[in-house]
């Protein structure tokens, strides 16, 4: 769906573009929070069709957002969702980029598994977790539901999001176009801040790198092998 569709018109609300750039369902717990949202701000929405890869599908939102009128783009990723109506809670932060915080499974030390949050702080050793009972300034921040003043869209560089800087075209094995993007936001001079009272979950997402990696290990010490059943042909 290639086209932007108004899903409410509240006189004097702030208008807020809903950037969808995920080629999948949105969830149910999405569409609620949208209806109620619908109640109280002028709302649009926007998810294109066939735009392949992820990055590309973020510019495109891009492009259409900028040709709205829209003062702020609410980014929902489809395999996410909320605990409850955070856009309102969004709003009230008032700061030109704050998310929502969303967690990743991890290896820890001795082989434990750690639970995460992705809105982290970058270090000499990397990006790192930060966790907060409230609201911290972070420089990296996920989009799977994160708002975006329009003056921040406007300052950076376009393009918004790429991955080609990484070690391949889908950020597999280096950093995503979300962390792409949350430089450029820090290039222009704008903060970016994460809000822990708006705890956001995937559906079926984790860190696969990480599951692949303790799996490994585990056969390793077991001196098993994780195919052993598939080479057996079961």
Known sequence: ???????????????????????????????????????????????????????????????????????????????????????????????????AVFQTIKEGEKGSCLLVPTSMRETDDGYQPIYSAFIAEVEMAPLACALIKREVMEAIELPAFSWGEFKDEWGIEGLGEDVYFCRKVRAAGYRIWADYMSLGHHWIGMDTLAMNKMLHRIARESGGNVDTEAKRGK
């Open 1 to 99: 769906m290639n086209k932007v569709y108004q899903l409410s018109d509240v006189a004097g609300s702030p208008r807020i573009f809903v950037a969808q750039p995920n080629m999948g369902l949105i969830s149910p717990c999405h569409v609620v929070n949208l209806f109620d949202d619908a109640q109280n701000y002028t709302l649009f929405y926007f998810a294109p069709e066939r735009r392949i890869p992820h990055d590309r599908a973020r510019n495109f939102c891009v492009k259409a957002f900028l040709e709205s009128d829209c003062d702020y783009i609410l980014w929902l990723d489809d395999d996410s969702y909320l605990d409850g109506p955070c856009l309102k809670r969004l709003l009230m932060i008032d700061k030109p980029f704050v998310s």
